[in-house]
């Protein structure tokens, strides 16, 4: 029996997509030979990683001006690689530091550059985002770095920050469940482990404009303009991770899209805050409504000896890794794209029964 995984990232993925990487694994198309054992410049590959790259532009409507980079180092490298390739001296980058990753992602950007807090949510505890009047941007900023998904703090980016700065997206928690602005945008990048696939790929969407004005003092790996040139393959690419991506895609594909992948994540995320709001305040969501993430809902029990009660008693009906992050505690349900509706339901049924 498949258990009903909530995990924040590495998290459930598609059964389809996972039984036809079973199937394929140790023979792959005929050739004798996994695909983890092939040359990643020979032809078999190089369809995967084609079909990969054009299912992503397929399905996110990315627009030619983009280039699409099969990166590894996960988001976390991207928070060194943003402002190594797009600052210079002290050039100023705001940071809305909205959560634990777009705090991470300032304190990276400050060994490069002048990367300063546009807006720090600390002294609300991350429990919201800012409006666009509460960013302060800095005149010559070269971006303003936003995190449209907060996943431990269970906080969403709704509205995007209106500013005449370019906008750079760390999307790793809310990839492939809600339309990109790619006018808005600079880069967007994301780990791939939450929605795309499995940990070991990021992908990286950057502007062509914009690559044309990085820098070029930088080791090879770290210059976006070198991934762009040679497609994703300027060194051994994460080949598995970016087949196991291409069929997760397809999955999605079959669902119906990105359309599909948003009114199913609102479906999830509105089954589960309806228990909360109408518990008469047993559950209790910190977050501001306004801000209420659609990938992960954090929310909170009376006391701690009930959260444990309820973690264990929730374990022992299959469902798992409901526990918050050690950060912040309490409760935390991650739903991603390939979270049944039907794993919520059963859900939200334990949370009225227990309570
Ligand atoms: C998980 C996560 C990261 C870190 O991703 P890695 O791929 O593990 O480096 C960064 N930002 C957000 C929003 C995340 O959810």
Redesign the pocket.
């Known amino acids: 029996m498949r258990a009903v995984n909530f995990c924040?990232?590495p998290c459930t993925l598609p059964l389809p997509a996972l039984q036809e990487a079973q199937a394929e694994f140790v023979d792959f198309k005929d050739s004798g030979m996994s695909l983890i054992e092939m040359s990643h410049r020979s032809p078999e590959y190089e369809a995967v990683h084609t079909d990969a790259i054009d299912r992503l532009r397929r399905l996110l409507s990315v627009p030619d001006e983009f280039e699409v980079l099969l990166l590894q180092?996960?988001?976390?490298?991207?928070?060194a690689m943003v402002p190594l390739n797009l600052l210079e001296g002290e050039t100023p980058a705001g940071y809305v530091v909205s959560?634990s990753?777009?705090k991470?992602?300032l304190a990276d950007a400050t060994h490069h550059g002048g990367a300063y807090a546009a807006w720090d949510g600390a002294s609300h505890s991350f429990t919201r985002m800012p409006a666009s009047d509460e960013i302060d941007v800095w005149p010559g900023s070269r971006y303003l770095h936003v995190?449209?998904?907060?996943?431990?703090h269970g906080v969403r980016m709704v509205e995007w920050p209106d500013t005449d700065v370019p906008l750079v997206g760390?999307?790793?928690?809310d990839y492939m469940s809600r339309p990109i602005p790619w006018e808005r945008f600079d880069v967007v990048y994301?780990?791939?482990?939450?929605n795309l696939g499995p940990?070991g790929l990021?992908v990286v969407f950057v502007r062509r404009a914009t690559l044309e004005g990085t820098r070029r003092d930088l080791a090879a790996y770290l210059r976006w303009d070198i991934h762009a040139d040679k497609n994703s393959l300027y060194n051994t690419p994460p080949v598995f991770a970016i087949y196991m991506m291409g069929k997760v895609l397809a999955w999605v594909e079959s669902e119906g899209g990105l359309p599909a992948m948003e009114n199913a994540a609102r479906a999830r995320a509105d089954r589960i805050f309806r228990v909360i709001d109408e518990s008469d305040g047993y559950y209790r969501s910190p977050v501001d409504p306004a801000s209420r993430s659609l990938m992960n809902v954090v929310f909170r029990l009376p006391d701690e000896d009930s959260e444990a009660r309820f973690l264990a008693e929730a374990e022992q009906r299959g469902f798992l890794n409901l526990k918050g992050h050690r950060s912040v505690g309490g409760i935390r349900a991650s739903m991603y794209n390939a979270m049944p509706m039907s794993g919520v339901e059963a859900l939200a049924s334990f949370m009225d029964s227990f309570r």
């Open positions: 924040a990232g180092g996960g988001a976390s490298l991207q928070f959560g990753w777009g991470k992602a995190t449209s998904n907060e996943t431990i760390d999307m790793s928690s994301g780990g791939a482990q939450k940990a990021t």
